[in-house]
């Protein structure tokens, strides 16, 4: 009976010492979860850039920020876009300072990435981005514009950094 008690032992102490305390060892952990909205969160500095489709002419930079505002939704954020220059202006008649849109926002790889793909939106078009780990954020749009019987479509693009 010894023998068989014995043996009971050492193989319950094989079995136990040989199991995982986890439920599901092979599934790795994903980290701790994120909220985009908070992490991209502030202002970030940087140059717009105006170019004119099927035109020759020379691009048209400025100075201007790129501003991210949380909402009490999880993942959507408020995109306002900043920019005093009147290079940048959508019809020559108003400048797109101060002009503002929520958006999605989700995380990727090394990254997150922002857009709202509908064009009753603040901005009045479609538009993406990402905003990097380290602080780096892009926007691009494009804008069509008629005037008098000709249509013009440009394309804004930011490169800027969080402050």
Same mark, same amino acid.
């Given at each position: 009976?010894?023998? +068989?008690?014995?043996?009971?032992? +050492?193989?319950?102490?094989? %079995?136990?010492?040989?199991?995982? &305390?986890?439920?599901?060892?092979? +599934?790795?952990?994903?980290?701790?979860?994120? *909220?985009? #909205?908070?992490?991209? @969160?502030?202002?970030?500095?940087?140059?717009?850039?105006?170019?004119?489709? *099927?035109?020759? @002419?020379?691009?048209? /930079?400025?100075?201007? /920020?790129?501003?991210?505002?949380?909402?009490? #939704?999880? $993942? !959507?954020? %408020?995109?306002? !876009?900043? &920019?005093?220059?009147? @290079?940048?202006?959508?019809? *020559?008649?108003?400048?797109?300072?101060?002009?503002?849109?929520?958006? *999605?926002? %989700?995380? =990727?790889? @090394? =990254?997150?990435?922002?857009?709202?793909?509908?064009?009753?939106?603040?901005?009045?078009?479609?538009?993406?981005?990402? %905003?990097?780990?380290?602080?780096?954020?892009?926007?691009?749009?494009?804008?069509?514009?008629?005037?008098?019987?000709?249509? $013009?479509? $440009?394309? $804004?693009?930011?490169?800027?950094?969080? =402050?």
């Amino acid at each position: 009976m010894n023998k +068989i008690l014995n043996r009971l032992f +050492i193989l319950t102490a094989l %079995v136990m010492a040989l199991s995982s &305390c986890k439920d599901e060892a092979e +599934i790795p952990g994903h980290g701790k979860p994120g *909220n985009p #909205e908070k992490e991209v @969160a502030g202002t970030y500095v940087g140059t717009w850039t105006k170019t004119q489709r *099927n035109s020759t @002419a020379e691009p048209v /930079t400025a100075e201007g /920020t790129l501003t991210f505002t949380a909402t009490d #939704e999880a $993942y !959507i954020t %408020v995109v306002k !876009i900043g &920019c005093e220059s009147s @290079a940048m202006d959508f019809n *020559n008649t108003s400048s797109f300072a101060s002009t503002e849109s929520r958006a *999605n926002i %989700v995380g =990727q790889s @090394a =990254q997150y990435v922002f857009y709202n793909v509908l064009t009753t939106n603040g901005l009045g078009t479609s538009f993406n981005g990402t %905003v990097s780990f380290g602080g780096e954020a892009t926007m691009t749009f494009a804008k069509t514009i008629r005037q008098g019987r000709v249509t $013009y479509t $440009y394309d $804004y693009t930011f490169t800027g950094t969080k =402050q």
